[in-house]
């Protein structure tokens, strides 16, 4: 796309305050952005939506306002002010992004957060795994290093980045014990690879049986504030919790002497601090990328929304109403 055909303006989703979803403006009349020096410019063709979002947007995290949510999307490299062009990532090249500004029809990114989509791999499947699959995989190589015969527990294992864990766990020979809110859940996360898959009333019983007493080597915790006590007593001596997200609120303060009954070890991890090399993303964006090609991961999408329905598709997410990921249509 020459710089001629370039628009003015593009259609995109503004937060100018925090609050519920009728904070999340649909506008067509925003200004498309200049791309700086290592910059590109992306015109999206897919948004992904992650609950993050729903943290910026509400206050739970602080964020400069106004801005355009979203942290990741998928389309093509348009321009950049830079030549030759970064990472050879010249314009044409389909790419998938991670950072700020999601939401809309194009985007300016550092050059260093896009990855190259190899061919074959759809982009908005591309731009449904990047996000939570990369997160998935940091976790199982970094927080804690999954082995075959482990066994772990995964709250909200029918979400994004459950379902990814629940795959990608069972392919290095692991066993996971899910929760789920419902049964379609719970059906949705044994396809997705766990031995098991129960309500969260349910979970400690079955840790028990399942691990001969012993408890599990690893908690995988998106959920936050609501299994966390039970993500604690789940785990086996010398466990560890990594709780990566708050879906049900914040995790209080903890007592830190609560560990040394079992030794426990326990990490709240962020996803771009285990990738903020170029060196380290195209590691794993490589080792990703192999997983993807080599066939038998499923890669869920709940449903690709118009990006005029921004606020159906945050309520439905916070209304735990999804499976898989949740797309947005920039074009619409």
């Known amino acids: 796309m020459s710089s001629q055909s370039i628009p003015k303006t593009m259609k995109g989703v503004l937060v100018e305050k925090t609050g519920g979803v009728e904070v999340l403006e649909y506008r067509t009349d925003l200004p498309v952005p200049q791309p700086k020096e290592g910059q590109l410019l992306i015109k999206n063709e897919v948004c992904g939506i992650n609950y993050i979002d729903t943290y910026f947007r509400t206050g739970l995290y602080p964020s400069a306002k106004p801005e355009i949510l979203g942290r990741e999307a998928g389309g093509t490299v348009v321009s950049s002010p830079t030549s030759p062009p970064p990472y050879n990532l010249s314009p044409g090249t389909r790419v998938v992004w991670m950072g700020t500004g999601g939401y809309a029809e194009y985007t300016a990114i550092d050059a260093g957060s896009a990855w190259r989509v190899p061919d074959g791999i759809p982009l908005d499947k591309a731009c449904a795994a990047i996000l939570q699959g990369l997160t998935a995989l940091t976790l199982i190589d970094e927080a804690y290093e999954v082995?075959?015969?482990?066994?772990?527990?995964?709250?909200?294992?029918?979400?994004?980045?459950?379902?990814?864990?629940?795959?990608?766990?069972?392919?290095?020979?692991?066993?996971?014990?899910?929760?789920?809110?419902?049964?379609?859940?719970?059906?949705?996360?044994?396809?997705?690879?766990?031995?098991?898959?129960?309500?969260?009333?349910?979970?400690?019983?079955?840790?028990?049986?399942?691990?001969?007493?012993?408890?599990?080597?690893?908690?995988?915790?998106?959920?936050?504030?609501?299994?966390?006590?039970?993500?604690?007593?789940?785990?086996?001596?010398?466990?560890?919790?990594?709780?990566?997200?708050?879906?049900?609120?914040?995790?209080?303060?903890?007592?830190?002497?609560?560990?040394?009954?079992?030794?426990?070890?326990?990490?709240?991890?962020?996803?771009?601090?285990?990738?903020?090399?170029?060196?380290?993303?195209?590691?794993?964006?490589?080792?990703?990328?192999?997983?993807?090609?080599?066939?038998?991961?499923?890669?869920?999408?709940?449903?690709?929304?118009?990006?005029?329905?921004i606020r159906r598709a945050h309520e439905d997410l916070e209304g735990r109403k999804t499976t898989g990921k949740l797309l947005l249509d920039p074009s619409k």
């Open 147 to 309: 082995k075959k015969g482990d066994w772990v527990l995964v709250p909200a294992a029918a979400g994004g980045t459950g379902g990814w864990l629940c795959q990608l766990i069972k392919a290095r020979g692991g066993h996971v014990i899910a929760t789920a809110s419902t049964e379609e859940k719970r059906k949705l996360a044994l396809e997705y690879g766990a031995e098991v898959a129960v309500s969260y009333e349910e979970a400690l019983e079955t840790v028990k049986a399942k691990t001969g007493g012993q408890g599990v080597k690893a908690v995988f915790d998106g959920v936050g504030k609501s299994t966390f006590d039970q993500s604690l007593e789940a785990l086996a001596r010398k466990g560890t919790l990594v709780s990566f997200g708050n879906a049900s609120g914040p995790v209080p303060p903890l007592t830190i002497a609560r560990l040394s009954a079992k030794n426990i070890k326990i990490c709240r991890p962020s996803m771009p601090n285990y990738l903020a090399t170029r060196e380290e993303k195209e590691k794993c964006g490589e080792e990703f990328w192999g997983i993807m090609q080599g066939g038998g991961i499923r890669c869920e999408v709940h449903e690709t929304y118009p990006l005029s329905e």
